[in-house]
């Protein structure tokens, strides 16, 4: 197969290459029937053969990509840019994002873009176009959200890429650790082997080699974007029975506090729950009452904060605990990460300047409450919970500006995730390795 890499007309920041040349090489490091070519404008071909070592770049000219059976044009910056070159492009052509997602251009997804969607019939009455394919989605129970741009997904769009219920019989030194939380855990904007699942997984069996222990560890992802802790209990529950997991853990707190500072008030007071904007939507939709009043802004309005800090906070708590029965009913040691955000920044590298200023206006008054909300938890986490809690918020304010760890405000980068899987494996080593000690001892 012949392909087309193409560099922006404009001249991208070179800290943004190496993520987009190893989006590059995951998507065909596993094909060797691929030769690939790559081009750039007459106007920056200087600039990018200049600040990339090993590739010889050519002039793009007419229709010179029509030849081609696939084409990644780069988009940095430029919304949309690519999408309207001048020139004549091959049926299957794509944006590459900065941040390496690779989204089809003008066409829907189909089965080569992913190929296990067609498993069951809530994937196929799903959306098709390239934009919404990545959005909540109906199911029975919870929702979906399948996003193949950075790498391979299952048939429930978790990012796991192998049969994980083969792992339901397994030697008894191969521990198998469950990993739950939102876009931030899913590892959004990050490259399959980047997201903090994938290093801990790495991380864990070199200590493991290191240190002589008698186990191996396989680390699967059951996160979903915009996935609050009921959200992780669901997932738990419908794709979690079959496989006996030895550790559970929920990376949360955004989500939670986010969306209960938003929902309705009697039911996140009264029964500790709290949803996501959609599900309102989807009410009206459903029952044809658009014109009765919700609770949650409909998209674009302005958010303003319904319900008290302490109920919210609450709420989220009573889910985390209500989690760690659960896994603990079954058998695995719970461990509770609450996720860091751009706030848990003392000083913030170069990349991340502005991050803040760049946010819906809209949800401002919604997240300048979070800083209170985290430092109110912080300060005040249970005694029952203390001893499985990873505070990244607190682990993350001291780590100097020199290394870029987000995207956005919640979205860690490739060092971020990096960053979080490092903090996880201190903690399994300081408290997770004994009680997998002591329980083999006990059999």
């Known amino acids: 197969m012949k392909t087309a890499i193409v560099f922006p007309p404009n001249e991208a920041p070179p800290i943004l290459f190496r993520q987009i040349m190893e989006a590059v090489q995951a998507r065909y490091r596993r094909r060797d029937d691929v030769s690939m070519r790559f081009f750039a404008f007459p106007k920056t071909l200087s600039y990018y053969q200049s600040h990339i070592d090993g590739i010889e770049l050519t002039p793009i000219d007419g229709n010179c990509l029509v030849a081609f059976d696939e084409a990644l044009l780069i988009q940095v910056n430029m919304p949309y840019a690519m999408a309207a070159l001048p020139f004549s492009l091959p049926e299957r052509s794509y944006i590459l994002e900065s941040t390496g997602a690779v989204r089809p251009l003008k066409r829907a997804t189909d089965e080569r873009d992913d190929p296990v969607r067609e498993a069951h019939v809530f994937n196929r009455l799903g959306p098709r176009d390239s934009l919404a394919a990545h959005a909540h989605y109906y199911f029975p129970w919870s929702y979906l959200y399948r996003e193949p741009a950075y790498g391979p997904i ?130 009206r939709i459903l029952h044809d009452s658009a014109d009765r009043p919700g609770v949650y802004p409909k998209a674009g309005e302005p958010m303003s904060s319904k319900n008290p800090p302490a109920v919210n906070l609450r709420a989220y708590v009573a889910r985390i605990r209500q989690f760690r029965d659960l896994a603990r009913a079954v058998g695995a040691i719970f461990v509770w990460g609450l996720q860091p955000m751009i706030f848990s920044r003392r000083a913030m590298a170069p990349m991340e300047t502005g991050i803040e200023a760049r946010r819906p206006p809209q949800e401002n008054d919604v997240y300048e409450k979070y800083p209170a909300l985290y430092e109110m938890l912080c300060s005040n986490i249970p005694d029952d919970l203390a001893g499985a809690f990873v505070n990244h918020h607190r682990l993350f304010s001291d780590i100097g500006e020199d290394e870029w760890l987000f995207w956005d405000s919640v979205h860690p980068a490739p060092k971020g995730q990096d960053r979080i899987a490092g903090f996880y494996l201190d903690h399994f080593v300081d408290k997770v390795f004994p009680l997998l000690k002591d329980r083999e001892e006990e059999r």
């Open 154 to 283: 299952n048939e429930i769009g978790h990012r796991i890429d192998h049969d994980y219920l083969a792992l339901a019989e397994r030697d008894p030194g191969h521990k198998v650790i469950a990993c739950y939380g939102g876009s931030a855990a899913w590892g959004w904007d990050c490259l399959h082997h980047q997201v903090w699942t994938a290093r801990l997984d790495e991380k864990l069996n070199a200590q493991a080699k290191e240190k002589g222990l008698p186990w191996t560890f396989t680390v699967l992802n059951f996160a979903g974007p915009g996935h609050v802790v009921m959200n992780e209990i669901f997932h738990f529950i419908l794709f979690g029975h079959q496989v006996p997991f030895d550790v559970v853990i929920s990376h949360s707190g955004a989500n939670d506090l986010y969306n209960g500072q938003l929902s309705d008030p009697w039911l996140l007071e009264t029964h500790h729950i709290t949803y996501q904007q959609p599900l309102e939507s989807w009410a």
